[in-house]
Nanobody
Framework: QVQLVDSGGGLVQPGGSLRLSCAAS????????MGWYRQAPGKQRELVAT??????NYADSVKGRFTISRDNAKNRVYLQMNSLKPDDTAVYYC????????WGQGTQVTVSS
């Protein structure tokens, strides 16, 4: 059974940092294009960042602030988020894209003073 477990969210002040983690079981993340998405209240889910074969891609809104990485030995993907802004508030989801897609359950990130 495939499972992606998202963790690391929380409440942080503007300018702060968080590191999200996505732990996988049942699949090898190294075989997938991995991504982080987010969905704010009342908005559509949007792509934040992807990583595949060492290449990374970021939404313009997070370039220079967020970094996606993967640890194939631990079968995990991370999203380091720095200089957080209130507009980054959302539920963040890990995604494994291959012959089919798998999703984590989401982790809430709230940026507020």
């Amino acid at each position: 059974q495939v499972q992606l477990v998202d963790s690391g969210g929380g409440l942080v002040q503007p300018g702060g940092s968080l590191r999200l983690s996505c732990a996988a079981s049942g699949i090898m993340l190294s075989l997938y294009v991995m991504g982080w998405y987010r969905q704010a209240p009342g908005k559509q889910r949007e792509l934040v960042a992807t990583i595949s074969a060492g290449r990374t891609n970021y939404a313009d809104s997070v370039k220079g602030r967020f970094t996606i990485s993967r640890d194939n030995a631990k079968n995990r993907v991370y999203l380091q988020m720095n200089s957080l802004k209130p507009d980054d508030t959302a539920v963040y989801y890990c995604n494994a894209h291959g012959l089919r897609d798998y999703w984590g359950q989401g982790t809430q990130v709230t940026v507020s003073s």
